[in-house]
Structure formats: structure tokens, C-alpha cells
């Protein structure tokens, strides 16, 4: 990810989601969502230049560590992960209801 950040400075307008990648190999991070077609997936989340959808940095989530309990506005963890090196950058950052939610936004 340093590579990604250090060969690319992105416009403005960047924004936060994720996207869940059909897997049917053995991963012990693999999501089961029977609702979904891949019904074994995984997860990760991007932060993408608008403009050229150059993917700025991104997280794989592996999942929760034995006895740990579940993470509370992960969300908004993730995206503060994400902007932590465009501090004072004057970005604007577009992410979709799941993380609006979070940090207790209304939508438009």
C-alpha cells in the first residue's frame, strides 16, 4: 500500500467503500453471506480516487481474533484509517450509508 501512496496523489474527490470479492478456495478469512450468489466471499474495503478510480490504499478484513468481541462502528474506524494520510489535504471524501450510519450522518 506504501507504493500505492507514495506513486499517486488523488484529486479532490475521493471515496470509501467496499467490495466483496467471490472466493472458493480455503481461506480462513473468508465471509459466509448466503444471501449473496458466491455465498463465500471476501471482504475489502478501498479508498478510491473519484476521478481515475486508482485505489489509494485499502484493507482486507480478516475477520475478528479468537475471545475478541465484535467491533463496534467499524465503519467509521475504517474510514478514519483511510484519511489519517490526507489530514489537511482539504480532500472530500464520498462514502455510501453503511458508513454515514457510523458517524451518525443523515442521508441527503
Known amino acids: 500500500m506504501k507504493s500505492f501512496q507514495d506513486c499517486f496523489i488523488p484529486n479532490e474527490n475521493v471515496t470509501v467503500d467496499e467490495q466483496l470479492v467471490t472466493f472458493r478456495g480455503r481461506c480462513p478469512f473468508r465471509q459466509f453471506i448466503p444471501s449473496k450468489p458466491g455465498k463465500y466471499e471476501i471482504k475489502i474495503w478501498?479508498?478510491?480516487d473519484s476521478m481515475t478510480s486508482y485505489v489509494y490504499?485499502?484493507?482486507?478484513?480478516?475477520?475478528?481474533?479468537?475471545?475478541?468481541?465484535?467491533?463496534?462502528?467499524?465503519?467509521q474506524r475504517v474510514v478514519l484509517d483511510f484519511v489519517s494520510r490526507l489530514q489537511k489535504s482539504e480532500k472530500n471524501v464520498t462514502c455510501d450509508i453503511f458508513y454515514e450510519h457510523q458517524f451518525g450522518l443523515r442521508p441527503c
Open 46 to 48: 478501498a479508498l478510491c
Open 57 to 75: 490504499n485499502m484493507q482486507v478484513y480478516t475477520g475478528r481474533k479468537e475471545r475478541q468481541n465484535r467491533e463496534v462502528n467499524q465503519g
